[in-house]
């Protein structure tokens, strides 16, 4: 399993991972190997140390009726006792959407809705509920999370036809296919980073109540991440907050780190502070972050177990710890 998403319902801690299968398929930068077919939850009283129940399949993509296939990251978030698992999966376009399934309980099973939340593209969904009891939708991944194809490029940017022979323009940062899979993307080095993208969610939880805003990450001077700063985000989006401050957490893709910033609102922008975890074993990171029991936790996967044989990842958990200014210090996998 991967992707973890850690929540606190009940006093009891839950685990909605997306599933790795053994497809048989070759590996390719847009996951079509990824072949994720349901989804599990998992839950424990005790992090490090205490026995984990598999709640079993809480939904499957058979039962989606407008998804056909990539169930790839989820996350799931609690209002006025039901449960709303927001997921990513494909259309029968091909075209990654973000869908709603309903439960009574944090175990599940879930109800999907019919149709994708409307104004929905992308993957890697996060559900932050704030203070104030609204809930947002953070959401967003580049390459096989198919961002480049809806998200505005900020500068020009070079298409190039048949990517397997062409060679790339010089400076520039390979954005990933086109939606016609027959054309690279390549946007200067120099130009903003792409983004992630937040909207808040409908007070029944089943849509967004508006266009999806840009998350924008900016340096010490208030500059935008540049395409080409290893720093930059790329994919899994994660929102947690501590002392009255919004910590947006990310992956870096090709870069392989976990990165974070910090905001004063849900919709940034976010100053960038530094790197939570180095890279693992594999090539995705994935994560979450949740306060338990007095204790803040990261939750991440790697493929220690399966290494270079299949490459499925495996879920991990390691405590994170906090500076007395409030800065995560950098982790290392084990």
């Given at each position: 399993m991967a992707d973890p998403s850690a929540n606190v319902f009940n006093?009891?801690?839950?685990?909605?991972?997306?599933?790795d299968w053994d497809s048989g398929e070759c590996f390719d930068d847009d996951g079509g190997h990824f072949q994720m077919l349901d989804y599990h939850v998992l839950s424990m009283d005790d992090?490090?140390?205490?026995?984990?129940?598999?709640?079993?399949?809480?939904?499957d993509v058979k039962d989606v009726p407008w998804a056909e296939k990539q169930m790839w990251d989820n996350d799931v978030v609690e209002k006025n006792g039901k449960y709303?698992?927001?997921?990513?999966?494909?259309?029968y376009t091909g075209m990654f959407r973000l869908g709603v399934a309903v439960a009574d309980s944090p175990e599940g099973p879930f109800r999907p809705e019919k149709h994708p939340i409307r104004g929905s593209f992308s993957i890697d969904?996060?559900?932050?509920?704030?203070?104030?009891?609204?809930?947002?939708?953070?959401?967003?991944?580049i390459w096989g999370g198919q961002l480049q194809w809806?998200?505005?490029?900020?500068?020009?940017f070079a298409p190039i036809a048949q990517p397997d022979t062409a060679p790339a323009p010089a400076d520039t940062v390979d954005l990933g296919h086109a939606p016609d899979k027959k054309t690279q993307?390549?946007?200067?080095?120099?130009?903003?980073a792409l983004s992630s993208y937040v909207a808040r969610m409908t007070d029944d939880v089943l849509q967004f109540t508006e266009a999806p805003r840009p998350v924008v990450i900016v340096d010490a001077d208030g500059q935008p991440l540049k395409a080409n700063d290893p720093h930059r985000?790329?994919?899994a989006s994660w929102m947690h907050k501590q002392g009255g401050k919004y910590y947006f957490s990310y992956s870096t893709g090709d870069s392989h780190l976990l990165c974070y910033a910090v905001g004063d609102n849900?919709?940034?922008?976010?100053?960038?502070?530094?790197?939570?975890?180095?890279?693992?074993?594999g090539w995705t990171t994935h994560h979450s972050i949740v306060e338990y029991k007095g204790q803040w936790y990261l939750f991440h996967h790697d493929c220690v177990p399966s290494n270079d044989i299949t490459w499925l990842r495996s879920l991990k958990v390691m405590p994170i710890e906090f500076d007395e200014n409030g800065k995560i210090k950098t982790m290392k996998s084990e």
């Open positions: 006093g009891r801690l839950y685990v909605y991972p997306s599933h992090v490090m140390e205490g026995d984990v129940t598999d709640h079993g399949v809480i939904l709303y698992l927001i997921f990513s999966a494909k259309d969904p996060c559900v932050f509920k704030d203070d104030d009891g609204q809930i947002y939708c953070y959401f967003g991944g809806r998200a505005p490029l900020a500068a020009p993307l390549f946007a200067p080095a120099g130009a903003p985000f790329f994919e849900p919709y940034g922008p976010f100053t960038y502070q530094g790197v939570i975890l180095e890279p693992v074993v």
